[in-house]
């Protein structure tokens, strides 16, 4: 079959919303010398992909990133206005205002130089034996710096009626465990010392050099006792549930008791803690104990000193981003400061700037519509669960139970945070960091004891993405991705369902995927499944890992995908897809959709699909990803899916001569 596309993709500079054409797709992008059965996101995409030069100071690029930059500017707006309102002393405007004012007052900033972080090296440097240095470290904590065990507050997996404390490993600089001993990696690690040589001289440590050197080797012994991310992502194996007591026997050599009460962790928090990873909890407890302590004080003090750099003179900053934007990310340029700025407010009063954003960017229309696809996708989901000829009447029946207690939550909390014990200075920038951290670590304990408030959402309105809660069993789509090419209430639905339903049914999909898919509908973790159901789904979820396994981005043929580490994700883009496609017809009642712009109904979902994929990523940081991120790349987000797909293959009449034409025997299909 041919498709006839627009002829004119005349070049820009950026890519830009759907919506000026009547399928509401953007198709100034096409390569009409690649075929859609060969390379869907390159036809769709291609005259973009051939022309666009992404700005210095990003290591990737695209249409997620053109919402987050239309974000960053409204956020901006707000922030601005903020600090030049003069707005009352206690008020959400005044602390936005005053936080961000604190971070553009360069001047200060610089004359200022490394000194607002001398006062937390000499606390490390004063801590005389392990018990000091662990309150140390217990108040880095609190503050949000540093950590070697990771706390946070969560529902119990196996008691979603109540809140716990879990700790999880950490204490490395670098991205992941494997960077500290894979041969792909030993440039990074030699670039990685010498950084760590540089910001210990700039923040005025002693022998920088050895500091550097011991760093790296603690690091190196934290990260041999490391899960790796693979193990890290299974449910059953990161959960285990210890008394405070069991906690301390299965690591005694660790000085617990100063550590929590620098932490701040009200009485009772630790009677019951989640330990993620053991036996990382028991090794590094030993190194705490037989490492010298001064090698422990140099790891705290480059830690902090890391951990704070964002808030120091300009010195300290470009050294920061020397190694983690251009050594790690491949990134030319730091980022304007009033974008920096801008990241510090969001992170620390989210939600006050995100009331300011929806009144003013959040139409009440655009989540009317939005309840209406998610209620067609979750219907298309029943549908498929009803039809599914793999799995058995007893786990069917359980997973429609699971379906129907799904909670979706659109645009933006019925209920906002309260800062008001928050305390902001205009002209103490490190301090109002330090004092954001020390805040949204008590507002995590404080949920201990309380009941599960399924009110709170863990993303901002003005954040572009999505995501499922297994524990919580719900959906939750901020406001920002609430726009084209993702979500346009103007245009046709093929368009909409092909980006926003994709993303609903992808997120959706989580709730079914080799993880999400171990929790009931009530978010505990319980084996509801017949054995031969799990055994048939592990068959082809094993199948689909298997064909990532085989996957390179574009460009780099050497470096391949991790199947076992993406497949969560993988899986939700293969359910995502396949339930927007069925949620497209019980939109469009079967009736067959009218051609428009020389592309089917179907055509166009797909089309609308490979758009919301449209990105290019610099080598550096792609290979970066493929260590650690649990997506796969974009443009195989956007193939290896459809691939699978009986309707992509019908759609665009592909046949075994085409590139992405699979066998249908080997097509994956799950959900």
């Known amino acids: ?201 700039l923040v005025g440590l002693a022998d920088p050099a050895r500091v550097a050197a011991s760093v790296m080797e603690l690091e190196t012994a934290l990260a041999a006792e490391s899960w790796d991310r693979v193990t890290n992502r299974d449910a059953e194996k990161t959960y285990t549930l210890m008394t405070l007591a069991e906690l301390r026997e299965l690591a005694p050599a660790f000085d617990w008791e100063p550590w929590l009460a620098a932490l701040g962790a009200p009485a009772g928090s630790f009677d019951e803690v989640v330990v993620r990873q053991p ?49 790690l990310s491949g990134t030319p340029s730091l980022r304007d400061r009033w974008k920096r700025g801008v990241g510090l407010v969001e992170g620390a009063l989210g939600e006050a700037v995100g009331r300011l954003y929806v009144e003013r960017h959040f139409p009440a229309s655009s989540k009317e519509r939005m309840v209406t696809l998610v209620e067609n996708l979750v219907e298309a989901y029943r549908q498929s669960i009803s039809s599914l000829d793999w799995m058995g009447p007893e786990t069917r029946e359980r997973a429609l139970a699971k379906l129907a207690r799904f909670t979706p939550k659109i645009g933006y909390p019925d209920v906002w945070k309260d800062y008001s014990a928050l305390d902001v200075r205009a002209d ?14 008590d507002f995590e304990f404080a949920k201990i004891g309380k009941p599960v408030d399924h009110d709170e959402w863990l993303m901002t309105p003005q954040t572009v993405n999505a995501y499922y809660h297994p524990r919580m069993n719900e959906i939750v789509f901020p406001a920002a991705i609430l726009q084209p090419p993702f979500f346009d209430p103007e245009a046709d639905d093929a368009a909409n369902y092909g980006g926003i339903g994709a993303v ?22 319980t084996d509801w499944w017949d054995e031969a159901d799990r055994a048939e789904f592990d068959r082809r979820s094993k199948a689909l890992i298997a064909q990532y396994d085989g996957l390179s981005p574009a460009g780099l043929p050497d470096h391949k995908v991790n199947g076992a580490l993406t497949v969560g994700e993988n899986i939700g883009d293969l359910g995502g897809l396949t339930i927007a496609l069925k949620a497209y017809r019980i939109a469009t009642a079967d009736a067959e959709p009218p051609v428009i ?33 649990p997506h796969s790349p974009p443009d195989l987000r956007c193939n290896a899916v459809v691939t699978n797909l009986d309707a992509f293959h019908e759609a665009f009449e592909v046949t075994e001569s085409d590139a992405l034409f699979t066998d249908p025997a080997a097509r994956v299909r799950i959900w």
């Open 428 to 441: 103490d920038l490190l301090g109002n960091v330090l004092r954001a951290g020390a805040w949204q670590t």
């Open 1 to 201: 079959m041919t498709i006839s596309s627009p002829a004119d993709t005349a070049q820009q500079s950026e890519p830009t919303p759907s919506g000026s054409t009547p399928s509401g797709l953007d198709l100034r992008w096409i390569d009409s010398a690649v075929r859609p059965q060969d390379d869907l996101f390159t036809h769709v995409n291609g005259a973009w992909l051939r022309t666009y030069e992404i700005p210095d100071d990003r290591s990737q690029d695209g249409a997620f990133r053109v919402l987050r930059d239309r974000a960053e500017d409204d956020v901006r707006a707000i922030v601005e206005r903020a600090a030049a309102a003069g707005a009352a002393p206690g008020t959400d405007a005044r602390r936005i205002g005053d936080l961000y004012a604190s971070f553009m007052e360069v001047d200060r900033v610089e004359r200022l130089g490394v000194e607002p972080l001398r006062p937390l090296l000499d606390e490390v440097s004063a801590a005389t034996d392990r018990a000091a240095l662990a309150s140390v470290l217990g108040l880095r904590q609190r503050q949000g710096r540093v950590s070697l065990f990771g706390a946070f507050v969560s529902t119990d997996a196996k008691d979603s009626t109540r809140y716990l404390v879990h700790l999880s490993q950490s204490g490395l600089g670098l991205p992941d465990e494997s960077y500290y001993r894979e041969e792909a990696s030993a440039e990074i690690r030699t670039a990685y010392v010498e950084h760590l040589e540089k910001l210990a001289g």
């Open 597 to 629: 712009d020389g592309l089917t109904g179907l055509q166009r979902v797909f089309f609308g699909w490979a758009q919301v994929w449209r990105a290019v990523t610099r080598d550096a940081e792609a290979i970066r990803r493929l260590a650690i991120d």
């Open 504 to 525: 609903i049914g992808h997120e959706i999909g989580h709730g079914f995927d080799d993880q999400g898919s171990r929790y009931d509908g009530d978010g505990n973790l």
């Open 279 to 327: 036996s990382f909890v028991a090794a590094a407890a030993t190194l705490w104990a037989e490492r010298p302590l001064e090698q422990w004080q140099a790891w705290l003090a480059i830690r902090t000193a890391s951990a704070c750099a964002d808030y120091l003179s300009a010195a300290v900053v470009e050294e920061d981003f020397a190694f983690y934007g251009r050594t």
